[in-house]
């Protein structure tokens, strides 16, 4: 099977980012100069798989950054919902016709590069309907009670944690979550409800750094990732 080639992008933008505690939507704040949203736009804006991409957004619109129109490639904005999963439904509303594949992105985790998208991409074959980055858990893992004592040690043997972005055929990705919705099933993971509706999803190693901006020190420590990143300019190195 030929690589995909015809992908839109859905960037999930309408939650209220209430853990990192700053009174405002966390996708709007700055990172590194320009709202957190900009990062994963412009990795998506950039792919050449990826032709079209829709923005689900807070419906009030409230701080949503201008800079957003700069990108060629935005072809919707979708109001979002109360939930994730609702906020997904809503964008799926404004695929395009002509859109086999869709890969789903959390701006909140503004950390993601393009070899990642290549690889999610390039494992998207006749084996599976959706194709999802995931890390090995290397922590031992204990269940803790809410009065903070250890009550039971969990097996991690083949427990492996998920990121976005996630890539999924269109007909297994609106099916699936039509059926979670009329089983009242609210899922935080679009692979959730593929597997519980009998797809195949196919996992490859994701990466560390693409962590979710989630509690409030970890603005700085994406900032820190960026910055790991930039390339010095030729010859100015001493
Ligand atoms: N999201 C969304 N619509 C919602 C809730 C979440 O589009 N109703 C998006 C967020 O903007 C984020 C992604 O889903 O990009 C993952 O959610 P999460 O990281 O939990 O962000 P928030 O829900 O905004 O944060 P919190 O749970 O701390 O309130
Ligand atoms: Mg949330």
Known sequence: ???VSTVTAVLLAAGSGERVGSGSPKQFLPLAGEPMVIHSLRTLDACPAVDSIVIALPFDRSGWPREMEGFAKVAAYADGGPTRQNS????LEHLPEDAPVV???DASRPLLTGQLLRSLLGALDD???GVIPAIPLEDTIKRVST?????????RNGVWRVQTPQIFRREA??????????????ATDCSHMLTLGGYRVKVVPGDPQNFKVTRPGDLAWAE???ASRTVPPAGGRL
């Open 224 to 226: 820190a990732v960026l």
């Open 173 to 186: 990705l609106v099916d699936a979550l039509t059926r979670a919705i009329e089983a009242g099933l609210e």
């Open 88 to 91: 997904l439904a809503r964008a």
């Open 103 to 105: 890969m789903v992105h």
């Open 147 to 155: 009065g903070m004592f250890v009550t039971e040690q969990l097996d």
């Open 1 to 3: 099977m030929s690589p």
């Open 127 to 129: 084996s599976c309907d």
